[in-house]
């Protein structure tokens, strides 16, 4: 167990996990007490043992641990006790715990302090941000679980796959001998004109429906993943 540190409300939290996401919860934690709160933590590399004990006093049990280990971690640790037991999954839902999802990817550095209060939380089996996560007051919406397949979904088609797409534009650019600063440059601007101007930022042979431009865009990938999805993304979007 880490040190106790007491910060502001009544409440003792569990934060179980050792990742990226843990991480920042204790030092968003901390940012947000101003009281006398408790946090206590744990990770499968201590005592399996001492969760029992941890959990017992704990009036809130943070799980930021994978959501494969989710479920069986929580029927083989914590049924029984009275903590409110709170995950941070976008995709998965039980309905014996509360989900609060931050709309957010976490890096293994910290943020900037008045970066976390922006951060949106979805929440799914309460209504109060507050009684999940004593101290938060960020933005937060609520989300059926119904729908958490189709929000988590669009969580990655809108985080992941623009990364993986510049990962594979940057290996062809260094290959080639073309600076990569030029195209973070031109990552950079063409994602501030999306956030200022949504659809009308879009540019490029799809949106003129240039074929001869893709034609040749689409030869030119030929051995490279981008080549199949330039061709999805044609097919897709020049309907």
Not at 59 to 66: G, K, Q, R, Y
Not at 108 to 130: C, N, R, V, W
Request: with cysteine; glycine share 4%.
């Amino acid at each position: 167990m880490s040190d106790v540190k007491t910060v502001g409300t009544p409440a003792i939290i569990l934060l179980i996990g050792s990742g990226k996401l843990s991480k920042h919860l204790s030092h968003w934690f901390n940012l947000n007490q101003k009281d006398s709160a408790q946090l206590l933590t744990w990770d499968r590399h201590q005592d399996p043992h001492a969760i029992h004990r941890y959990a017992a006093v704990a009036t809130h049990i943070w799980l930021a641990i994978s959501d494969s280990a989710l479920i069986s971690f929580y029927e083989k640790y914590l049924i029984g006790h009275d903590a409110k037991v709170i995950h941070f999954s976008g995709a998965l839902h039980d309905p014996r715990l509360i989900s609060a999802h931050p709309l957010m990817s976490f890096t293994p550095e910290l943020y900037a302090e008045d970066f976390y209060p922006q951060i949106y939380f979805a929440l799914t089996g309460t209504d109060s941000l507050t009684k999940a996560l004593p101290g938060f007051n960020n933005p937060h919406f609520q989300l059926k679980s119904e729908i958490k397949p189709l929000y988590h979904a669009l969580c990655v088609t809108a985080g992941n796959f623009p990364q993986m797409l510049w990962n594979e534009v940057h290996k062809i650019a260094t290959d080639q001998k073309i600076p990569v600063a030029a195209f973070d440059l031109y990552i950079q601007q063409i994602t501030q004109n999306f956030l200022n101007h949504k659809e009308a930022a879009i540019t490029g042979p799809i949106t003129r429906k240039d074929t001869s431009t893709i034609n040749k865009n689409i030869e030119a990938l030929v051995g490279t993943p981008l080549q199949s999805i330039y061709q999805s993304f044609s097919q897709e979007f020049l309907k």
